[in-house]
């Protein structure tokens, strides 16, 4: 295997075959590919063949089932899905563009792999979709004033708010680079070359940090579960409470009984440890991304209206706020990400 | 992350390829490897990396990223070896292959040749 691929792909191939690989496995995958070489026909067939099976163990891999349940939700509730209204063939159309959304969005998140984007591209990210908001909501506007199904006065206030759009879209491109300015302030605990002994004490300084987060997370599950108990007090038969004072104390008691990160075996050599460390980065880094959008979920149904008005005002406030929470996730997907990434090129020192 | 339990047959033989080839386990000699073992049947690459990957996930094996080589167009080798869960289910495999092998012989007795 040492000796074979003397002769390498024309470069234009290669690197065509490298970006087409997901990044998780770009190195090694583009690698074997290369030292398998024979000819341009067999590189490029051995690639075809070889992607499909690498694309779908990536995308099984960053698959996180709760998070798309609760992403296809809203999805399909931006669709007006959940309106009581849309007849069946409609709803099965808005199913099946949920499905496809919800398939891009894992293959997006496959090629991004925790990559960290610039505060430039997340100010230009987040222009882009306020830009892409406005145009909608004028269009909905406009059609809505066209078929008369809008008051005067609603019509006033709608366009109001509509002109008031813009000025929001400095306040979150300011929002989504603050987060950027977090992420790049937050150093690295895992170095080119690391002892057992300090890659130990990265461990238990992690597994500190998770513990107190895992308490500040059930707390804030408990009081949400007050808070929706307490709504069930005054509105008894109020369904959306009574699914979140369930579901709220079960992620408390889930956190509570697998929430803390693998305690660290004592013996154990620096190959196993690191196996150890990435595996429950990636676990915890799940965790949260499902906190993340389980925590504001009980907004999410204050979306959903009927009317048509209400309807567009819903839809706008629903994009940002997922925006938002989509652009936290990214955040906190890129810095496991780096660990990872770190993790896997780290050798062992020896101590001398 | 998956429960370390039972192998499915592909999973046993990629576990028996890192174990066989030890340092030497990365993408390229384990597909080799894998071939070796189930020919004449032909395995895709793409299933050994999907394989890795489960088993990876399992807990069964660990990976590293290994220095870039030249022969590689100065990329790295990801490596791999068993850890202690995947060498306890390969073992357990092999028991029940073992007497899976044992209730055939006693079944079928002198009509039964296993192919080598």
């Known amino acids: 295997m040492e000796t074979g691929a003397l002769r390498s792909p024309p470069r234009l191939l290669e690197r065509l075959v490298f970006y087409a690989i997901p990044p998780a496995a770009r190195e090694a995958v583009a690698g074997d590919l290369c030292e398998l070489y024979r000819s341009p026909l067999q590189y490029l067939l051995s690639a075809a063949r070889t992607l499909p099976f690498v694309i779908a163990s990536q995308m099984r891999r960053s698959a996180n089932p709760p998070v798309l349940v609760i992403q296809a939700s ?68 406009f059609d809505l004033r066209a078929s008369h199904r809008l008051g005067p006065d609603q019509a006033a206030w709608l366009l109001f708010i509509w002109l008031i759009l813009p000025f929001g879209m400095p306040v979150v491109g300011g929002l989504r680079a603050a987060m950027v300015l977090a992420r790049e302030r937050w150093h690295d605990p895992f170095a080119p070359s690391m002892s057992l002994a300090g890659i130990a004490a ?126 936290a996730d990214r955040e906190q997907g890129a810095h496991a990400g780096a660990l990872t990434q770190s993790l896997a090129q780290m050798r062992e020192r020896r101590p001398v | 992350m998956g429960e370390p339990g039972s192998l499915g047959q592909f999973e046993q033989l990629v576990l028996t390829a890192i174990v066989s080839l030890g340092d030497n386990a990365y993408g390229v000699t384990i597909h080799a490897r894998v071939e070796d073992l189930t020919k004449p049947r032909t395995v895709k690459l ?71």
């Not at chain 1, 398939?103 to 882009?128: C, D, H, M, Q, T």
């Not at chain 1, 509105?235 to 079960?250: D, K, Q, S």
């Open chain 1, 74 to 141: 809203i999805i399909f509730l931006l669709l007006g899905g959940f309106s009581g209204h849309a007849r069946l063939s409609s709803l099965a159309g808005d199913a099946a563009i949920t499905l496809l959304l919800i398939f891009l969005l894992l293959l997006a998140s496959v090629y991004r792999n925790g990559a960290a984007p610039s505060a430039k591209w997340v100010i230009l990210e987040a222009l882009l979709v306020s830009a892409v908001v406005l145009g909608y909501a004028r269009g909905i506007l």
């Open chain 1, 202 to 327: 990265a461990y238990d300084d992690f597994a500190a940090r998770v513990r107190r987060r895992n308490r500040i997370d059930m707390v804030l599950l408990l009081g949400l579960t007050a808070l929706s108990g307490l709504t069930l007090l005054f509105f008894p038969l109020h369904r959306t409470a009574l699914g979140w004072t369930i579901l709220y104390p079960v992620a408390a008691v889930y956190l509570f009984l697998h929430g803390a990160a693998q305690a660290r075996p004592h013996q154990v050599d620096f190959p196993s440890l690191r196996e150890i460390c990435r595996r429950e980065i990636r676990r915890q880094y799940q965790l949260r991304s499902f906190l993340l959008w389980l925590l504001p979920a009980p907004l999410f149904p204050f979306f959903s209206h009927a009317a048509p008005a209400s309807a567009v005002l819903a839809g706008i406030g629903l994009t940002f706020l997922c925006f938002l929470i989509a652009a």
């Open chain 2, 46 to 116: 793409g299933a050994v990396y999907a394989t890795l990957d489960r088993l990876e996930d399992k807990g069964l094996v660990a990976s590293w990223l290994s220095e870039p080589t030249a022969e590689r167009g100065g990329r790295s080798r990801r490596h791999y070896r068993l850890e202690k869960p995947g060498e306890s289910a390969l073992r357990d495999s092999v028991q029940a292959a073992r007497r899976v092998c044992d209730v055939i012989a006693q079944s079928w007795g002198a009509k039964w040749k296993p192919a080598r």
